[in-house]
């Protein structure tokens, strides 16, 4: 009896001592797969030019540590908000060139549409190119409303001698690129030029609502400056 018991003490001994040595290798081994590899981040699906990255387009990927370069991102709240200049394949690393936070170009699906001044009851005064803006529909005996639920980007800013209004010596554009808030405001605040004329990225079903409703003369355009442009220069500041 004494014999089995000692029988069975010795094989539940090796058992565990096999478990223990096997749950030290698991870790080890993923250890050492951690300090080999690193994750970066990633689209979950195919991703076309001119679209902007939200947070549930974004996943994480590990990839060889040999396989990373600079340009990889590692935190996915750095891309939000971005537009893809390239087309991004599923599970390819978002590398920066690849994407831009403020682009003055048409995305996809869009077009640059300059305003006719007869379609515009004002705009705002300290918009300059890069800005995000919204656009009010006002007049036609109708209540004034909100012409697009989502801010446009003004693709340039000119005077009527055709000039882009800005400060040269303290440029918004830089400062807009550069995530800089007080940059931006001291660049509206010194940059001189009466606004003759806004052209703006629109897709097409925007362009021809908002000239359907003013081409009678009867309603037209307020374009206002948006805080989305101040906002995106502030998450930039606090970026690590």
Known sequence: MNRKRHVWITVSAALVSGLLVYGVYVLQLRQVKFQETVEVVVPVRFVAAGE???ADLLGMKQIAKASYVPEMSLHPEELGGMEVVVPLGANEPVLSWKVDKFRLLPGRDQSTFQIPRDYVLSVSNGIRA???VVVYLSGGGAES???FPDSVTVASVKTSGNVEIDD???SNLKSLANS???GMYAARRDANGM???VNLNLTESQWL???SLCKDGKSKVVIAYSSDSLDIAKAGESEP
């Open 209 to 211: 609502r908002l000239d």
């Open 130 to 132: 890069g800005d995000r």
């Open 195 to 197: 606004i003759d004329s």
């Open 180 to 182: 800089n808030k007080e």
């Open 52 to 54: 902007r990255l939200q």
């Open 145 to 147: 409303v909100r012409l």
């Open 168 to 170: 040269m010596d303290h």
